[in-house]
């Protein structure tokens, strides 16, 4: 495979970077419902919430920080052109793909930030006072805070969903077409076509 038909390093290691995040925060959000449940239960202490709440906020402005790194070098870096095989539909469907990734990659963060900005509750950083997360200058009701907190939840299952599109049509192009899409993103393999 010539190296124009493969990803840059930049755009691989932040590729997988920014994928396992996003996945990982997926879980660690229902686990940190799971805390928050636990305080109410009595099995768990308000700091221990505050601690599950602040790190996913820090990871979350991390990955944000991050698909902004990877937006700006994907719109000044050329990309890998698609196979030459693949169908107009597949192509627009890939685009789409694509697109929706970053605009989820970007938006969950802020959606988290807002459902944050909206809420009582300090928004530290890691558990440090000293790191307070600036407000965004959003409502300050129950009301406000509940439809971003629901809105930034259900961005999880859009994750996943497009997570599995991703997947399925990534392993249909290696071993359904033959045409090697994933040694693109993936430096260890090698493919034979370029």
Do not use: C
Request: charged share 15%; hydrophobic share 50%; no cysteine.
């Amino acid at each position: 495979m010539n190296p124009t038909s493969r990803y840059s390093h930049i755009a691989i290691t932040l590729h997988w970077v920014i994928a396992i995040l996003l996945v990982g925060m997926v879980f660690y959000g229902w686990y940190m419902e799971g805390v928050r449940d636990a305080l109410f239960a009595g099995d768990a202490t308000l700091e221990d919430v505050r601690s599950v709440y602040n790190t996913h906020k820090t990871v979350g402005l991390v990955i944000l920080v991050l698909s902004l790194g990877r937006l700006a070098w994907r719109l000044t870096h050329p990309v890998p052109a698609m196979p030459e095989g693949m169908k107009p539909w597949e192509r627009m469907a890939a685009h789409a793909t694509h697109w929706t990734f970053y605009a989820i990659m970007i938006g969950m963060p802020i959606g988290g930030w807002v459902a944050a900005s909206s809420s009582e509750e300090p928004s530290w950083l890691l558990n440090n006072p000293d790191l307070v997360l600036p407000r965004l200058p959003v409502p300050q009701s129950e009301g406000f805070h509940e439809l971003a907190g629901s809105a930034h939840g259900a961005g999880g299952w859009v994750i996943l969903i497009l997570l599995g599109l991703h997947v399925a049509a990534a392993l249909k192009h290696q071993f359904l077409d033959g045409d090697n899409l994933l040694a693109r993103m993936l430096p260890f393999l090698k493919g034979s076509k370029g």
